[in-house]
């Protein structure tokens, strides 16, 4: 066994240790014990009942249908039942060989409604001032904690969206994720949580399997983040000026415990906010249980509903951390009136066994927020069955059958949609290649104007623990030319902060920033409009370097996660050469020819360059502020190379809020060469292709207009929101809320006397035009059909009155 594995089981036994002593012992003969909550005046299901075995820790919640599930050992036990608003309910039983089943039926308590008080204020906002002035006394002494999470995960859909039908509803369950975890919290907003056990209905791939809703979702918080909108909670610090805090009634229960039921309401609709009620025990200030609705200036998808649950219990006499949490989500999909599929999401768990104050690993919060434990893929039924927390409902449990059904005979299933039958295999081998072992779509198809169309495949995987590698090859159809690459990367530590990688290659580079357009958006445009945003050039050799993180390992793509913060050192070995045009076909584009590449010299090029990332991705944005900044040198006196230079160049993006519901999006980029660069390292402003444009790009400016070997560029954006919350929301296009953007763009270019002079090039700069600088003005339409952005800019420079253009980007969120 390689000595880094044994490593890793030497870490993991404690974890194990910890997870099954929430559970009966192996080999300990348990027996299943359990039943149904209801009202006993309406017969109705009661949910989020505390079910607790008396005289110890152990207990379960009940859910949504009031069904609850224990594991015990033989004996004779008492269970009490307890709700809000009811009165508890004890029982005995005695748990011999066979399973027992417990029918109880709570009674609503009495309570008193809260009367008429002549004050200065509602006393649910004196109660409300009290619980948070707890929390915060809390905040100070809790450091760190460590539990035990079962999450569980539904969609569903209609029958016809479906394309089968599995309920005597118009509902039917197409998925289910389920998950047992190890969580962690360390203050200041640090979250990390280790799958145990994982399991899914057979349309779902093991790999997508990561949930694990752990207390990050949690309404105790100053605030939850719900589908990338974050709400400010009841107990926010400033919610005494966020929301208006009524006492409804007050219950006694048999232990002489008041608790009181709070109603929440936003002041206005100009702050994302909830609306519901909180059950406060009024003597210890202690919140019990909420029931949260967002309002309307929370934008969710398709003007989703949802409602937010959560139960909490106190800790060690003093500290409060969620027990249960309850999500549903209801949407209709309608587009254009053509389609109206209903997604209904269904998100339960049950956080147990805290363990507060514990030392913690050092190195959890520098990996991914949800890891996979080596073994939580192999099904253990005795995990699931002596520690299962939450029983799965008959037609939950009929799902995993029925989708397996469907999956291994879809023809035979009736109801089948038309798309099922008409595309078959299609999506799922489609996905299949978007995934490990295979690098992406990318490396198995592309076309641009260099290649034509490109074939090939990619390879990515573990080669040894810590090692990873990579192999790509391929042919391009118009220049004729084989290409390939070969690369390896190795972690030093266990966080992955630290690694070492290199790669050769034969490839066909490119001279402007990837990651505005990338070559997979390129393929489309080229493919149908004859119209290509990449600058390309032959480049043929090795790289090697170093990197160094910090932070959590976040995602910023498919299957690609990136520490916020890191430093890079690279040495490059190339042997560049110019890449002409080759490709002529396009679907559509008429007489139209695609853009000459700007030609490269060639030549050896040997640099060494570095890249500093501060909360910075090149991928997407990590969060409100962040930069990079990044280097090169080829100086033929340190290292042979066909090439003199240096260059500098840095980015800063900042996004802060104005207003509660405004931000404001600055990105600022520049670069300074010296020495005299070739054309394959000049600067360009970004540009729109095709009337399609990246994030921060001019809207109004010709592809790639202006170039240089120096260059400044700003973008100001200001997100003004609805404007009226929930007001201008059209269906089938703009259900959840049409965003207002006003945009502003000022780039500068110019080369030097030297770098003309070496290169003799004849490419356009702004510091050459009688405007010297150019500048843009419009206005955006954010989120329409949720996933797109309209922009109408008007070009004021370099022309004699202003020109429009308009624009289709991507949702900016």
């Given at each position: 066994m390689p000595v880094r594995t044994i490593k890793i089981l030497l870490l993991l036994i404690p974890l194990l240790l910890i997870g099954r002593a929430a559970f009966a012992r192996q080999g300990e003969e348990t027996i299943p014990v359990d039943g149904r909550v209801s009202d006993s005046a309406t017969g109705g299901p009661l949910g989020f009942v505390t079910v607790r075995v008396e005289g110890t820790k152990k207990g379960r919640i009940t859910t949504a249908q009031g069904t609850f599930l224990l594991r015990l050992a033989p004996g004779n036990y008492a269970l009490v039942f307890s709700s809000i608003g009811y009165r508890k309910e004890r029982r005995e039983i005695v748990v011999r060989k066979d399973s027992v089943h417990v029918i109880v039926a709570l009674a609503s308590a009495p309570f008193q409604a809260a009367g008429v008080v002549v004050a200065a204020e509602d006393p649910g906002v004196s109660l409300m001032r009290k619980a948070i002035r707890r929390k915060a006394r809390m905040s100070d002494s809790l450091e760190s904690y460590g539990y035990m999470l079962y999450t569980k995960f539904i969609a569903s859909t209609d029958t016809l969206t479906a394309g089968r039908s599995s309920r005597r509803d118009d509902t039917t369950i197409v998925s289910i994720f389920e998950s047992y975890s190890r969580g962690y919290y360390r203050k200041s907003g640090n979250y990390f949580n280790e799958i145990i056990q994982r399991r899914q209905t057979v349309n779902i791939p093991a790999e997508s399997n990561l949930v694990a809703f752990g207390t990050n979702l949690n309404?105790?918080?100053?605030?939850?983040?719900?589908?990338?909108e974050s709400i400010a909670?009841?107990?926010?610090?400033?919610?005494?000026?966020?929301?208006d805090f009524v006492l409804e009634r007050s219950t006694r229960t048999e232990d002489s415990t008041v608790i009181n039921r709070v109603r929440v309401t936003p002041k206005s609709n100009g702050r994302k906010l909830f609306s519901g009620y909180i059950d406060i025990d009024s003597i210890r200030a202690v919140p019990l249980y909420v029931d949260l609705r967002p309002n309307r200036a929370v934008e969710l998808p398709f003007d989703a509903e949802l409602t937010y649950q959560q139960k909490f219990e106190e800790t060690d006499g003093r500290f409060v951390v969620p027990s249960g949490m309850r999500i549903h989500g209801s949407a209709q999909a309608s587009i254009f009136w053509i389609i109206a599929p209903r997604l209904d999401i269904d998100i339960e768990t049950v956080a147990y066994d805290y363990e507060l104050n514990a030392p913690l690993p050092a190195d959890i919060f520098s990996r991914r927020r949800v890891e996979v434990n080596e073994s939580a893929d192999h099904f253990d039924s005795?995990?699931?069955?002596?520690?299962?927390?939450?029983?799965?409902r008959p037609e939950e449990a009929a799902a995993y059958e029925d989708i397996r059904r469907a999956q291994d005979n879809p023809d035979s299933v009736?109801?089948?949609?038309?798309?099922?039958?008409?595309?078959?295999?299609?999506?799922r081998v489609i996905g299949k290649l978007n995934r490990r072992p295979f690098t992406g779509?990318?490396?198995?198809?592309?076309?641009?104007?260099?290649?034509?169309?490109?074939?090939?495949?990619?390879?990515?995987?573990?080669?040894?623990?810590?090692?990873?590698?990579?192999?790509?090859?391929?042919?391009?159809?118009?220049?004729k030319r084989w290409y390939g690459e070969l690369g390896a990367r190795g972690w030093f530590d266990r966080a992955r902060l630290f690694s070492a990688w290199g790669e050769?290659?034969?490839?066909?580079?490119?001279?402007?920033?990837?990651?505005?357009?990338?070559?997979?958006?390129?393929?489309?445009?080229?493919?149908?409009t004859r119209s290509d945003y990449g600058d390309y050039f032959y480049a043929d050799g090795f790289t090697v370097g170093v990197e160094a993180g910090i932070g959590q390992l976040r995602q910023v793509r498919r299957e690609l996660f990136v520490h916020p913060s890191m430093l890079r050192l690279f040495f490059?070995?190339?042997?560049?050469?110019?890449?002409?045009?080759?490709?002529?076909?396009?679907?559509?584009?008429?007489?139209?020819?695609?853009?000459?590449?700007?030609?490269?010299?060639?030549?050896?090029?040997r640099s060494f360059g570095f890249e500093l990332d501060l909360n910075y991705s090149s991928y997407r944005r990590l969060g409100g502020l962040g930069a990079q900044i990044g280097g090169e040198i080829s100086d033929p006196s340190i290292i042979p190379s066909s090439f003199a230079f240096r260059q500098l160049y840095g980015s800063l993006a900042l996004k802060t809020s104005t207003l509660p519901l405004w931000t404001l999006d600055m990105r600022l980029g520049a670069g300074i060469s010296a020495g005299t660069p070739p054309p394959q390292r000049f600067f360009s402003l970004e540009s729109a292709v095709s009337s399609v444009a990246a994030d921060a790009a001019f809207r109004g400016m010709g592809v790639k207009e202006f170039y240089g070997d120096r260059y400044v560029a700003l973008s100001l954006e200001h997100n003004f929101g609805e404007v009226i919350p929930g007001v201008l929301r059209i269906p089938n296009i703009a259900s959840f809320g049409i965003e207002f953007i006003a945009l502003g763009r000022i780039g500068w270019t110019a080369f030097t006397p030297e770098t003309l002079a070496y290169t003799g090039t004849t490419l356009g700069t702004t510091d050459a035009t009688a405007d010297r600088y150019y500048y843009e003005a419009g206005i955006g339409l954010n989120r329409i059909l949720l996933f797109f952005r309209f922009d109408l800019s008007a070009r004021l420079s370099q022309t004699e009155k202003p020109k429009f253009i308009f624009t289709v980007s991507g949702a900016t969120f």
């Amino acid at each position: 066994m390689p000595v880094r594995t044994i490593k890793i089981l030497l870490l993991l036994i404690p974890l194990l240790l910890i997870g099954r002593a929430a559970f009966a012992r192996q080999g300990e003969e348990t027996i299943p014990v359990d039943g149904r909550v209801s009202d006993s005046a309406t017969g109705g299901p009661l949910g989020f009942v505390t079910v607790r075995v008396e005289g110890t820790k152990k207990g379960r919640i009940t859910t949504a249908q009031g069904t609850f599930l224990l594991r015990l050992a033989p004996g004779n036990y008492a269970l009490v039942f307890s709700s809000i608003g009811y009165r508890k309910e004890r029982r005995e039983i005695v748990v011999r060989k066979d399973s027992v089943h417990v029918i109880v039926a709570l009674a609503s308590a009495p309570f008193q409604a809260a009367g008429v008080v002549v004050a200065a204020e509602d006393p649910g906002v004196s109660l409300m001032r009290k619980a948070i002035r707890r929390k915060a006394r809390m905040s100070d002494s809790l450091e760190s904690y460590g539990y035990m999470l079962y999450t569980k995960f539904i969609a569903s859909t209609d029958t016809l969206t479906a394309g089968r039908s599995s309920r005597r509803d118009d509902t039917t369950i197409v998925s289910i994720f389920e998950s047992y975890s190890r969580g962690y919290y360390r203050k200041s907003g640090n979250y990390f949580n280790e799958i145990i056990q994982r399991r899914q209905t057979v349309n779902i791939p093991a790999e997508s399997n990561l949930v694990a809703f752990g207390t990050n979702l949690n309404a105790y918080d100053d605030a939850v983040e719900i589908l990338g909108e974050s709400i400010a909670t009841p107990f926010h610090p400033d919610a005494l000026n966020f929301y208006d805090f009524v006492l409804e009634r007050s219950t006694r229960t048999e232990d002489s415990t008041v608790i009181n039921r709070v109603r929440v309401t936003p002041k206005s609709n100009g702050r994302k906010l909830f609306s519901g009620y909180i059950d406060i025990d009024s003597i210890r200030a202690v919140p019990l249980y909420v029931d949260l609705r967002p309002n309307r200036a929370v934008e969710l998808p398709f003007d989703a509903e949802l409602t937010y649950q959560q139960k909490f219990e106190e800790t060690d006499g003093r500290f409060v951390v969620p027990s249960g949490m309850r999500i549903h989500g209801s949407a209709q999909a309608s587009i254009f009136w053509i389609i109206a599929p209903r997604l209904d999401i269904d998100i339960e768990t049950v956080a147990y066994d805290y363990e507060l104050n514990a030392p913690l690993p050092a190195d959890i919060f520098s990996r991914r927020r949800v890891e996979v434990n080596e073994s939580a893929d192999h099904f253990d039924s005795a995990y699931w069955t002596q520690g299962a927390v939450l029983p799965l409902r008959p037609e939950e449990a009929a799902a995993y059958e029925d989708i397996r059904r469907a999956q291994d005979n879809p023809d035979s299933v009736e109801g089948t949609s038309f798309l099922e039958k008409a595309l078959g295999e299609i999506p799922r081998v489609i996905g299949k290649l978007n995934r490990r072992p295979f690098t992406g779509l990318d490396d198995i198809f592309r076309y641009n104007r260099v290649t034509g169309a490109y074939f090939g495949a990619g390879l990515i995987g573990e080669v040894v623990p810590d090692i990873e590698g990579t192999i790509k090859g391929g042919f391009g159809t118009a220049d004729k030319r084989w290409y390939g690459e070969l690369g390896a990367r190795g972690w030093f530590d266990r966080a992955r902060l630290f690694s070492a990688w290199g790669e050769a290659y034969r490839r066909l580079a490119r001279r402007d920033n990837p990651y505005a357009i990338t070559s997979a958006a390129i393929t489309p445009i080229a493919l149908l409009t004859r119209s290509d945003y990449g600058d390309y050039f032959y480049a043929d050799g090795f790289t090697v370097g170093v990197e160094a993180g910090i932070g959590q390992l976040r995602q910023v793509r498919r299957e690609l996660f990136v520490h916020p913060s890191m430093l890079r050192l690279f040495f490059r070995n190339e042997d560049q050469s110019a890449a002409g045009n080759h490709a002529t076909f396009a679907v559509f584009g008429g007489e139209r020819r695609f853009r000459d590449n700007p030609p490269a010299i060639a030549g050896t090029m040997r640099s060494f360059g570095f890249e500093l990332d501060l909360n910075y991705s090149s991928y997407r944005r990590l969060g409100g502020l962040g930069a990079q900044i990044g280097g090169e040198i080829s100086d033929p006196s340190i290292i042979p190379s066909s090439f003199a230079f240096r260059q500098l160049y840095g980015s800063l993006a900042l996004k802060t809020s104005t207003l509660p519901l405004w931000t404001l999006d600055m990105r600022l980029g520049a670069g300074i060469s010296a020495g005299t660069p070739p054309p394959q390292r000049f600067f360009s402003l970004e540009s729109a292709v095709s009337s399609v444009a990246a994030d921060a790009a001019f809207r109004g400016m010709g592809v790639k207009e202006f170039y240089g070997d120096r260059y400044v560029a700003l973008s100001l954006e200001h997100n003004f929101g609805e404007v009226i919350p929930g007001v201008l929301r059209i269906p089938n296009i703009a259900s959840f809320g049409i965003e207002f953007i006003a945009l502003g763009r000022i780039g500068w270019t110019a080369f030097t006397p030297e770098t003309l002079a070496y290169t003799g090039t004849t490419l356009g700069t702004t510091d050459a035009t009688a405007d010297r600088y150019y500048y843009e003005a419009g206005i955006g339409l954010n989120r329409i059909l949720l996933f797109f952005r309209f922009d109408l800019s008007a070009r004021l420079s370099q022309t004699e009155k202003p020109k429009f253009i308009f624009t289709v980007s991507g949702a900016t969120f």
